[in-house]
């Protein structure tokens, strides 16, 4: 996903009309969107805090390495869900577009 945005955003930077249009300026947002809702996902477990609350009495064990601490895990859902809701509210504004163009 993020090598396919990337791609686009290469694309629309290559093209002659860059974002002078409507549609290369929306497609262009949904895939910085993508990109940061994409990395925030590949992160996977590696910002989850190293010691998590309740982990052992819980009997809950994450698999993987754990690098962060709270804001880290906080920073990872924010983008997350920012760049999930950004792309969607995007891609909902490219379908407008397509239906009133």
Known sequence: SMISSSVIMYLIFRSAQRLSTVYHGIMFCMSVFD????FALA?????MPKEMPLEEELGISFPGSRYGNTFTCNLQ????MFGASCMLGYNGALCTYYACA
């Open 77 to 80: 859902g924010f983008s997350v």
């Open 35 to 38: 990109i940061i809702g994409s």
């Open 43 to 47: 992160l996977t477990f590696l910002p």
